[in-house]
């Protein structure tokens, strides 16, 4: 099986920079896309910033310029770094990877969140 474990999530001013990181562990032959996505109570998940295995990235418009995805496909991790928080960036944080297991189908995998809150 294949576990997602997030964390860097906590409490932060407005203005502020928070780094979440997600790894992925179990039998892992190889992790394609690796996402972030966030979600409000009450809301729809949204996506944030996804990667894919070629490194070409891309950004919601409510991040881009503030948040930058990076990875590493051998590590399977993936981080997102927050820069320049706003209290609309209040979520629970979520990492999602498609990975392919040896004799299995690819599979899309979510870590089990972890909340940021902006806030004064």
């Known amino acids: 099986q294949v576990q997602l474990v997030e964390s860097g999530g906590g409490l932060v001013q407005p203005g502020g920079s928070l780094r979440l990181s997600c790894k992925a562990s179990?039998?892992?032959?190889?992790?394609?896309?690796m996402d972030w996505y966030r979600q409000v109570p009450g809301k729809q998940r949204e996506v944030v910033a996804t990667?894919?295995?070629?490194?070409?990235?891309d950004y919601s418009a409510a991040v881009k310029g503030r948040f930058t995805i990076s990875r590493d496909s051998a590590k399977h991790t993936v981080d997102l770094q927050m820069n320049d928080l706003r209290p609309e960036d209040t979520a629970v944080y979520y990492c999602?990877?498609?990975?392919?297991?040896?004799?299995?189908?690819?599979?899309?995998?979510w870590g089990q969140g972890t909340q940021v809150t902006v806030s004064s």
């Open positions: 990667s894919t295995y070629m490194n070409k990235f």
């Open positions: 999602k990877q498609e990975i392919w297991r040896l004799g299995h189908d690819l599979e899309h995998y």
């Open positions: 179990g039998n892992i032959y190889r992790s394609y896309d």
